[in-house]
């Protein structure tokens, strides 16, 4: 088995600020997620990646930034936080990246901006 | 637009009972429905899924029904135990789609009362 680990669990920022989440993987699956979950909303897909150095954003990549260098990880940056903002920031892969295979979650970085 | 609709929001059921969580989605071309168990500060894990061909799908417990003609589905979960105390995504995709495209529902929070 493998796991997904991100860093940091919990983030504490301020307005205007830039903010960098990380999340490694050991499975050596192709591609990788970050979701955003917000209470009510569910999961919204913010960037994908199918392999190293690629970028495809999903539905709410605006305000975001990511980062693929290596097959194993993949980064996160919020751009400019916004006041008051509070979301769990989920990273998950997968072995290729069809849209029938399991996805794999890390346990997710909570984000508060002060 | 929610591409995939849950009902209800919150489920209260007691130990033993059959809780019922309900999915619906809009675009007729989604022909893979995975559903996703998260318990509290952990990410998402794949439960049980189903394709479009069937319309049950049993997994000890855990029963999905689908009806394609009223794009409905539902998951049964018998016998419910506290620990299946968690919240229940229904999501959805085309397996000929491009990558990444799952499209996650809002979320019923289960509470399974001893």
Known sequence: GGI?????????????????????????HDTMYWYRQDSGKGLRLIYYSITENDLQKGDLSEGYDASREKKSSFSLTVTSAQKNEMAVFLCASSIWGSSAETLYFGSGTRLTVL | QQQVRQSPQSLTVWEGETAILNCSYENSAFDYFPWYQQFPGEGPALLISILSVSDKKEDGRFTIFFNKREKKLSLHIADSQPGDSATYFCAASERGSALGRLHFGAGTQLIVIP
């Open chain 1, 4 to 28: 997904i680990t991100q860093t940091p669990k919990f983030l504490i920022g301020q307005e205007g600020q830039k903010l960098t989440l990380k999340c490694q993987q050991n499975f050596n």
